[in-house]
């Protein structure tokens, strides 16, 4: 029977990550119909109070507790309860997922976690540094990208496995959809320069007098179909936008503190 797109992206989750998670101790082992993405066969009913369900077994992995994984305080240490942050998982099953600053997420954590294929890392901005590596070409693709919400159970079900041409992001309560192919090829256009750097930002001018000047100015320079792309594939394309234009005022004041 063929897989929904949901049924797919939980079990790309278990085949590559899940799988070594422990297998929870709330429940009993058996045969039904899974209450998140509807797959039959076995897994585990979740006897908690306030759960009452049964899952799958790629879906009980989002909520299996896992203390040699994560070495944190609290409940709830899950999956789903401990990484807040967006998550990359792809198909070589390599998963990268950032820490903000005021993560309390310790040493122990991190490298404890390593040790069973999961890489988190200390990053002031965790969307751009994903988008960044997806971008550039880290991650193998299909790939799953996302991250819960508190509300776990339409996060999981909002789940669809990217691939080398459309992007999918499900951000706690939003989907955004990245043409791939279309940012790519933006990509390759003078970004740093203008009109560019405000067309990668702004998008074209809706006032007729400046969206006549540019257009004129970018004549046979651009494909009209890039210049008038969403505007979630600009937030894609302003992540390669802003590491140009940060890398380049580095360059700038290390030229000029070394004339001084």
């Not at 897989?3 to 082992?29: I, N, S």
């Not at 609290?74 to 820490?99: E, H, T």
């Not at 990245?178 to 003078?190: I, K, N, S, T, Y």
Request: a positive charge; hydrophobic letters at 35%; one cysteine or more.
């Amino acid at each position: 029977m063929e897989r929904t797109p949901l049924q797919e992206a939980v079990w790309f989750f278990y085949e590559r990550l899940g799988h070594r998670f422990p297998a929870p101790d709330w429940g009993e082992q058996r045969e039904d119909v899974c209450s998140i993405c509807g797959t039959e066969g076995r897994g585990y009913d979740d006897n908690r109070p306030n759960h009452r369900v049964f899952r799958c077994i790629a879906c009980t992995a989002f909520y299996a507790p896992a203390p040699d994984h994560f070495l944190t305080t609290g409940k709830d240490r899950s999956f789903a309860g401990i990484v807040k942050n967006p998550w990359v998982l792809d198909a070589n099953g390599r998963f990268r997922s950032p820490i903000g600053k005021a993560s309390r997420k310790d040493d122990a954590f991190v490298v404890n976690a390593r040790a069973h294929g999961m890489d988190f890392y200390s990053a002031e901005n965790p969307f751009q540094t994903l988008y960044r590596g997806i971008y550039d070409g880290e991650f193998a693709f299909p790939l799953l990208f996302v991250r819960l919400g508190q509300n776990k159970i339409e996060s999981m079900r909002m789940m669809r496995l990217s691939t080398s041409d459309m992007l999918f992001f499900w951000d706690k309560s939003e989907m955004r959809a990245f043409d791939l192919a279309l940012v790519r090829e933006a990509g390759r256009l003078p970004l740093g320069e203008k009109p560019w750097s405000d067309w990668a930002r702004w998008g074209i001018p809706e006032d007729l007098a400046e969206r006549v000047r540019f257009l004129k100015d970018v004549r046979g320079k651009a494909p009209f179909r890039v210049l008038t792309m969403h505007g979630d594939n600009r937030l894609f394309l302003r992540q390669v936008v802003d590491r140009e234009a940060g890398e380049k005022t580095k360059a700038e004041k290390k030229k000029r503190s070394r004339k001084q």
